[in-house]
């Protein structure tokens, strides 16, 4: 089945920088990749999403790039602000057949004021 | 805007009871999750429906837990008998189905403790 690995755990970063979140997938037939965040006590919520055919894809201050080749993607957020505090989750979807979406491990991000 | 309702929000139970969580999706989405979330950790898949046939079940503990989704739509989890390590979140989310769209949605969650 597959597999989704996280990178960090946790990070901080100061107000105004950047922050990027990795993810490495296993299964070559995934092929939607969605982010999501998750706030405390709160249900996860999709912030961005890209398909396979794609290699980055842009909303404001969050892009997210797919790797194919090396079966990896990432979450960059600019300029990044104290409501960007967070705990964000990459999954991969396998979107034939039937439907699977599994998720990393999660990163809790934490901005600096 | 639609949502996906889960109720209860909040559940206290003690070891060796029964316990249920109940789901309904967003009108029309085939695809319905039931995942576990233990603080700090990412949601782990515990059984997946597609309209009322389960389609993957290899992560739930089917000795204690059991789920359905009779006329494929609201969907039950339920657990005989719980134990202390079932403590988590119970999230439930549905999507529109293979090769309808993929974003899944959530619900408020389920935060089981059992003592």
């Known amino acids: 089945g597959e597999n989704v690995e996280q990178h960090p755990s946790t990070l901080s970063v100061q107000e105004g920088d950047s922050a990027v979140i990795k993810c490495t997938y296993s299964d070559s037939a995934s092929n939607y990749f969605p982010w999501y965040k998750q706030e405390l006590g709160k249900r996860p919520q999709l912030i961005i999403d890209?398909?396979?055919?794609?290699g980055e894809k842009k909303d404001q201050r969050i892009a997210v790039t797919l790797n194919k080749t090396a079966k990896h993607f990432s979450l960059h957020i600019t300029e990044t602000q104290p409501e960007d505090s967070a705990v964000y989750f990459c999954?991969?979807?396998?979107?034939?057949?039937?439907?699977?979406?599994?998720f990393g491990t999660g990163t809790r991000l934490t901005i600096i004021p | 805007e639609a949502e996906v309702a889960q109720s209860p929000r909040y559940k206290i139970t003690e070891k060796s009871q029964a316990v249920a969580f109940w789901c309904d999706p967003i009108s029309g989405h085939a695809t319905l999750y039931w995942y576990r979330q233990i603080l700090g950790q990412g949601p782990e898949l515990l059984v997946q429906f597609q309209d009322e046939s389960v389609v993957d079940d290899s992560q739930l503990p089917k000795d204690r837990f059991s789920a359905e989704r009779l006329k494929g739509v609201d969907s039950t989890l339920k657990i005989q008998p719980a134990e202390l390590g079932d403590s988590a979140m119970y999230l439930c989310a549905s999507s529109p189905g293979t090769g309808k769209g993929t974003e899944a949605f959530f619900g408020q969650g389920t935060r089981l403790t059992v003592v």
């Open positions: 999954a991969a979807l396998r979107n034939f057949g039937n439907e699977k979406l599994t």
């Open positions: 890209i398909r396979s055919n794609v």
